[in-house]
């Protein structure tokens, strides 16, 4: 008797089964195998990079790697994204719009609807999963930011983390942002601390280079055939703007004509180049940018400071890129590697219209002056500073559109967007006009590497792909566009694109001046029924940008009835993909799952890892205690009972020359500490801290929330107090809380550096944030906005 079949298991083997093995004929099950030749693929997400910042396209900022991928390949200079970086990863990598995959915000900012919940389903497969199923190697490394808070924890589930998408291996950060010199970096599922100290050469973009490398450097060895997929997401040119100063220097002096000599000559270099139309008009001074020539010498020169920052920041970042580049030229194999380089969306305005040393103060309240960022001119980008640029900076790196990050006008949709495939591409240099948006990413390296898009991954059928291939215009400069109609929404800034034209809907007003004129707040205003008529009664603007690329020209009163009929398609196209209910930053701040925290209880374990910020109860603004139970050895202990944050903002509660302190890092300008006289002797003890709260907030909406007593306790007894004038309003940053040790950086570098392990015995920590707190869940979404 014999079994046979034509599956993987007993009942489907194609072999057969006798009851010996000379009566039995083998059938290996089936492993998923690249055509040959198959290409390598490497898709590079720049962070917050305006259209009018890399070398490419024009921009100050030199990148000679892109200038070479470019050289030899295609630039696309009507390519779009959308107004932030949650949202633009899941269309990158889904090749769906990104409401219909969950996530129409920030994955921190998710709400209870199918447009926001933040959890692409199993039904709409990554490109990752898809190209391991069909042969490949798959490897992440960088910045993630698609997991919701619900997820992030060492808890899981661990479905939405890179490895439960698709990707084989992952290195580098969870979040929207993390310090290029002390990380909070993930390998594969698990925290780890940064390897390695900045004085010892540390950087962030040199350690992903180096995992990109060792990823396919491993591979390579294993099976030099099979081709792989890297996913490389920097942190740059995302805030902060942290480089080593040798990068810093060559740009000293080239921005101190400052930012409207630069949007002149950049666009001058981008008409020369065909990347925009000649017809074309530079945009108009936005209203919230002051001319250069009217600012005081001292702000002059630190905005200049600022540029030559993020200058050398991207030039780094590019010659880290550049270094696995030429791994992979090494191998042979980089002529038949494609190559797409994209930013995620505009640059950037989180740094205010003065810039910040501190981006923690922005999410803070706390204003930010020109005396504090002059204090740090010359260490600008160093490990004491998280730095970001002034808004001047962000309205000329998009240059030559309007506006930036987080709206959709073209300055924050527009993208820089590069595709190199030596071996596919014969056009090299050349400039492609056609429209595309980031939902086409993926259909068109499926296409190129010749693998079918699959109805059915991991036994789940899928939901239909809403981009389309650009294939066809690698070879043809006149090949159409894969679409016509686009929309885009983003907090209730809405736009819609459809044959040439344009119709937009800034929430509030096309500026922030514009809507304080009309009594609106982008954080405090609400949308109700009556402001959203009002706006689509009144407030869209109609651009042709056939004639006029750049947004200068608003035709709503020439042409209303075209109008209507676009208004009308954006509601048919948010009704299709799962926009609505629409939402102002306000309305998302008062629904959204991560904006408020109940108050509990939460014990820590010594060791365990880091308690993400997302998942970590709030403590500021109201009254909080922490109890540890430990054990003192002969001769005394040191080391962190529990802690948060870095140098820039955070607390600690720790043990130091015997004796228990706690300090309170307000945004780095400021050091609450409290300290017991006496060493705390050997033995079992309790040790506690207590944050009472005296009062109101001392001046909210410039920084200074609650008052407060900070008190320590040794079994019960109060050993120390301190009045504490004003706490944090919003945020302790976006380390986790850990127990036992520092997790990448200290919040008191003066007093310990990390992991300052606690050299005793903890049984636990308790946290109980049970006091009555001051919510204030807008400011929460400030901080939650600065960090995408």
């Not at 599922?189 to 180096?210: F, Q, R």
């Not at 099976?223 to 480089?243: E, I, Q, S």
């Not at 001292?298 to 905005?303: A, G, L, N, V």
């Amino acid at each position: 008797m014999s079994i046979s079949g034509d599956g993987t298991g007993a009942a489907g083997f194609a072999g057969k089964i006798g009851r010996t093995l000379q009566e039995s004929e083998p059938a290996w099950p089936t492993v998923p195998r690249a055509r040959e030749g198959a290409p390598n693929i490497v898709l590079i997400v720049l962070d917050d990079v305006g259209f009018a910042q890399p070398s490419p396209f024009g921009g100050g900022c030199e990148m000679p790697t892109l200038d070479r991928l470019a050289a030899r390949g295609l630039r696309y200079t009507n390519f779009h994204a959308t107004p932030l970086c949650s949202p633009t990863r899941a269309c990158l990598l889904s090749g769906r719009n990104h409401h219909a995959v969950g996530v129409g915000a920030l994955v921190e900012l998710s709400m209870g609807f199918p447009g926001y919940h933040g959890m692409a389903g199993s039904d709409q497969a990554f490109l990752p999963a898809v190209l391991r199923d069909a042969g490949y190697n798959t490897f992440a490394v960088g910045k993630w930011h698609l997991t919701p808070p619900s997820e992030t924890s060492s808890a899981g589930p661990y479905r939405s983390w890179p490895l439960g998408r698709g990707f084989e291996r992952f290195y580098g950060f969870m979040g929207g942002d993390t310090s290029q010199w002390f990380p909070d970096l993930v390998q594969d599922n698990t925290p780890l601390p940064p390897p390695a100290a900045p004085e010892e050469g540390y950087h962030l973009n040199a350690d992903l280079a180096d995992h990109a490398i060792q990823m396919i450097k491993d591979a390579h060895v294993a099976a030099p055939g099979k081709p792989f997929f890297l996913y490389y997401a920097t942190g740059a040119g995302h805030a902060p703007h942290h480089v080593e100063p040798e990068w810093v220097e060559p740009y000293r002096g080239r921005f101190d004509h400052g930012w409207d000599a630069y949007r002149a000559e950049v666009f001058e270099r981008q008409v020369a180049a065909g990347l925009v139309p000649g017809h074309a008009r530079l945009s108009d001074r936005d209203p919230d940018v002051p001319a250069w020539d009217d600012l005081d010498a001292d702000s002059r020169r630190m905005f200049s400071r600022q540029m030559e920052v993020y200058a050398g920041f991207l030039t780094q970042t590019d010659h880290h890129v550049g270094r696995v580049l030429d791994f992979v030229d090494q191998l042979g194999e980089l002529d038949d590697t494609i190559v797409v380089v994209v930013s995620d969306n505009g640059a950037s305005a989180e740094g205010g219209p003065d810039g910040t040393f501190n981006e923690s103060l922005f999410f803070n309240f706390v204003p930010e002056r020109l005396q504090d960022n002059l204090a740090h001119h010359d260490t600008w980008g160093g490990v004491d500073t998280f730095p970001h640029y002034s808004w001047g900076w962000t309205w000329a790196g998009t240059t030559p559109f309007r506006r930036w990050k987080r709206e959709t006008y073209r300055g924050g949709v527009t993208e820089p967007c590069i595709v190199s495939w030596p071996a596919g591409i014969a056009d090299h240099g050349a400039v492609r006009t056609q429209y595309a948006h980031a939902i086409d990413i993926l259909p068109t390296l499926l296409d190129a590497a010749g693998v079918p898009r699959p109805e059915v991954v991991a036994g789940v059928p899928q939901q239909p792909v809403h981009g389309a291939s650009l294939v066809p215009s690698f070879a043809d400069a006149g090949a159409p566009a894969p679409r016509a109609t686009q929309y885009f929404e983003m907090h209730a800034y809405r736009a819609i694109d459809d044959d040439g034209w344009r119709a937009v809907c800034p929430f509030g007003g096309p500026s922030l001046a514009e809507a304080a004129a009309r009594g609106r707040d982008f954080r405090f205003t609400e949308l109700t029924p009556e402001l959203l008529a009002e706006m689509d009664r009144n407030e869209w603007e109609l651009f042709d940008l056939r004639s006029d690329p750049t947004e200068t020209t608003d035709l709503a009163a020439a042409e209303p009835e075209r109008l209507r009929r676009m208004i009308a398609r954006w509601y048919e196209e948010a009704e299709r993909y799962g926009v609505l209910p629409l939402a102002s930053p306000r309305g998302r701040a008062m629904a959204g799952s991560g904006a408020r925290r109940p108050p509990r209880t939460v014990e820590f374990l010594p060791g365990a890892a880091p308690l993400t910020f997302t998942m970590a109860p709030r403590i500021v603004g109201r009254s909080y205690a922490i109890t540890a139970d430990v054990t003192i050895p002969a001769g005394g202990a040191e080391g962190v009972l529990l802690a948060q944050g870095g140098r820039h903002v955070g607390f600690a509660l720790y043990v130091r020359d015997g004796r228990l302190h706690h300090v309170l890092n307000y945004v780095g300008l400021e050091h609450f500490r409290v300290a017991s006289p006496d060493r705390v002797p050997e033995g079992r003890h309790v040790l506690r801290y207590e944050f009472e709260r005296t009062g109101e907030p001392a001046d909210f909406l410039q920084g200074r929330g609650v008052p407060g007593r900070s008190k320590l306790y040794v079994d019960g007894s109060l050993v120390a107090v301190t009045e504490m004038p004003y706490s944090l309003v919003a945020s302790l940053g976006f380390y986790g809380i850990t127990c036992g040790y520092a997790h990448a950086d200290s919040p008191d570098p003066t007093a310990f550096r990390p992991p300052f392990r606690f050299t005793g015995e903890i049984e636990r920590v308790v946290l109980d944030t049970a006091g009555q707190a001051t919510a204030d869940n807008v400011t929460e979404l400030r901080a939650l906005l600065a960090h995408q």
